[in-house]
């Protein structure tokens, strides 16, 4: 019987018999197009690089890589997988004109885009969301309001006129990802939060000392995260104060290092500090309620001299 297969004289592929036998006892399909992706590049790329090509969202190259490692078709991860960051997919000209032809909620994102960002995009900035649309999974309307929060995140910083690189909103994108922002309900309400404490940066740089200036992005960092552990300005009024009596100025790292230390005891207000944060003898925290540093010393003299007698 002659062969039913078209000869398309491009270069071949080697599928081994037994890698095709387990593929098949697998029935796994994503499996099978990832394994046969993977050959024609010579298994050269990280799989999820490949999503781009295979129109795939993030969740199904995992899976389908996941099913190829079960196989032992690749070689196992040595170590947790990077971010996805790290590997995103690389989309052709094609993926892109194939989309902005087939959907037209990804046109109007574009459209929306380049309107918000005041320019035309290149292949590689509609490269960009479609990778955050179809590879992240996020949504049109997630997107467009990631787009809207980077760029006033930057004019708030650098003023009227500047506009947000697609790179920053690319990372914005995955980090909205990682915390599991995916609906517009779930971005809204992180765009709130975002709000309020952004309204609060003034009285904690007023704390600080630093006056009325809108802090660096190193500096937003760390008062961010002394919002996010609950400490209100005036405590951390309190640390800069011990900070300044260590190190005679300020120092980011050693003032975070106190607020992480009350953290970690549960001292947020201030109340809390000033009661139970108080040295006891050799560096020792005083318990609420205990005796003073001297009492103690006295006590363990008094023990001493009674075992003696």
Known sequence: MASILVQTGDEGITLTAQAAKRLLDRGDGDAALLYLALLRRHGGVPPRSLAGELRWDRARIEAAEKGLRELGLIAPAEEP????????????????????????EFRGLTAEVERKLGKKLTAPDVGVLLGLNDYLGLPADVIYLLVCHCAERVRRQYGE????????????????????????????????????RQGAMPRYMRALGLGERAPAASEEKYLTAWQEMGFPPETVALAYDKTVLKCHELKWPYLNGILKRWHEAGLHTPEEVEERDRPAGRGQQLRPGGPPPEDVAWMKKYIQRRDKA
């Open 81 to 104: 997988p990077p971010e996805p960051a790290e590997e995103k997919p690389v989309y052709r000209q094609a993926d892109l004109a194939d989309r902005l032809e087939g959907s037209a």
């Open 161 to 196: 006129g500047r506009r947000p690189a697609m790179r920053q909103i690319e990372k914005e994108g995955y980090a909205w990802a990682r915390m599991g922002i995916v609906t517009q309900a779930e971005a809204a309400a992180y765009l709130k939060k975002y709000a309020q």
